[in-house]
């Protein structure tokens, strides 16, 4: 593994939303996430993190050092128990692990699962391997405009039912002897006519040092947040896409000392919001309701870039 990235990073994505459910709501039916008060849509987080961690584990085939620890319907305890297999064998289930195998064990799953060095993890389950704060963070994602949240009827053409019978043909009896239009029922979908979403996230090197995320690594994550959804495609989310540029925002220094720039550029030269509203998108004149990424103007102040700050636009 190279060494750790030595720069701080801002980054802003656009990703659109048509005829789809962007993220369900668990607490409202699985209907598009909403801010009630302006009625803008919302992405979170979390699934934002899970696809750029499905793209990388279809990507890297899921092998080390690209491995995925927080995996789809998995135990964590599996990876953490191989950890200290690799690093000295499990602890004592009574006294559990010391702090020198802990510590032993994270650096093992930092080293070998690309999450974790991206994201952090709690690690402090099973075996114990211990925490760590990952130096890629990402916020909600929220909707240029309100969107309009839709709760459509749809027709299901058969049922799954068979009154508590076992074989198939027991099921094949009872489905003879029904009126065809009970095999018949209703149900629903929500979704959004159209939405653009805009995604924010931040990378701090001192963190990096902690987890070993490099420049391999970034260049990934890059490739991820563009592609995470030309592999992630289903009736529900409709067409989500990731519109390019990525624009990235590098903090590089200012100082002719090179130690005191390496300093600046792991710091950072300016407050992340003041180079996020650096990006303009706005609706173009005479649209009302948006119904596709065109119907947007995305413009770059590049002006009033600070000092020590790089605008990098990723394609």
Not at 86 to 94: H, R, S, V
Not at 133 to 146: C, E, K, L, N, T
Request: glycine share 8%; charged share 25%; with cysteine.
């Amino acid at each position: 593994m190279t060494e750790p990235i030595e720069n701080r990073y801002e980054f802003l994505f656009l990703f659109d939303c048509e005829n789809g459910n962007p993220n369900g709501d668990p607490d409202a039916g699985n209907a598009p996430r909403l801010d009630p008060e302006d009625m803008r849509g919302l992405v979170s987080d979390v699934a934002i993190k899970r696809r750029i961690r499905n793209y990388v584990q279809l990507a890297r085939g899921n092998q080390m050092p690209y491995s995925i620890f927080v995996e789809h319907a998995t135990n964590l305890n599996r990876p953490i128990a191989k950890a200290h297999e690799e690093t000295g064998g499990l602890p004592d289930g009574k006294k559990g692990a010391s702090k020198s195998k802990v510590e032993a064990a994270k650096q093992w799953i930092c080293q070998n699962f690309f999450d974790v060095r991206a994201f952090g993890a709690v690690m402090s389950t099973g075996a114990n391997a211990g925490q760590v704060r990952g130096p890629v963070q990402i916020a909600f994602a929220r909707s240029v405009d309100p969107v309009l949240a839709l709760d459509l009827s749809i027709t299901r053409m058969a049922v799954a039912d068979g009154k508590g019978s076992i074989s198939s043909a027991d099921i094949a009896k009872w489905e003879a002897d029904q009126a065809e239009d009970t095999l018949r029922t209703m149900g629903r979908k929500s979704l959004i006519p159209y939405g653009l979403f805009i995604g924010k996230g931040f990378i701090s090197a001192h963190l990096a040092r902690e987890t070993g995320f490099n420049e391999e690594d970034l260049a990934l994550l890059w490739e991820a947040l563009l592609n995470m959804y030309e592999h992630d495609r289903s009736a529900s989310k409709g067409v989500m896409t990731v519109h390019r540029p990525l624009f990235v925002f590098k903090h590089v220094g200012t100082d002719t000392a090179a130690d005191q720039r390496r300093r600046q550029s792991m710091l950072g030269c300016a407050p992340a919001h003041d180079l996020f509203d650096l990006i303009m998108v706005r609706k173009k004149a005479g649209v009302e309701a948006p119904r596709a990424f065109t119907d947007y103007d995305v413009t770059v102040n590049r002006e009033h870039v600070p000092a020590g700050v790089e605008i990098v636009e990723i394609l």
